[in-house]
């Protein structure tokens, strides 16, 4: 009788969890170099954080934004 119950929550619990991860992702775009990478990236909203990423030569400028919600139909 356990493992009945346990093999119906088991699957629900990871739904949840999907669902609730994928309304937490956000948008990401590269804004080539470093050079004022902060003021580029505001032009995405006041949520956006910039990011250099010094793998690449001079570094590359990486924005982390929300994304737009779909729009009501």
């Known amino acids: 009788m356990a493992t009945a119950k ?3 929550v088991f699957p629900i619990i990871f739904l949840i969890m999907f669902a609730l991860a994928e309304d937490c ?4 775009v590269m804004l080539g170099d470093c ?5 580029r990236c505001s ?11 010094y ?3 001079g570094g590359a400028c990486i924005c982390d934004f929300p994304c737009n919600p779909p729009p009501n139909l």
């Open 55 to 57: 793998r690449y030569e």
């Open 35 to 39: 050079r004022k990478c902060g003021i």
């Open 6 to 8: 346990f093999s119906v």
């Open 25 to 28: 992702m956000g948008c990401q």
């Open 43 to 53: 032009s995405y909203g006041r949520h956006a954080e910039a990011h250099c990423d």
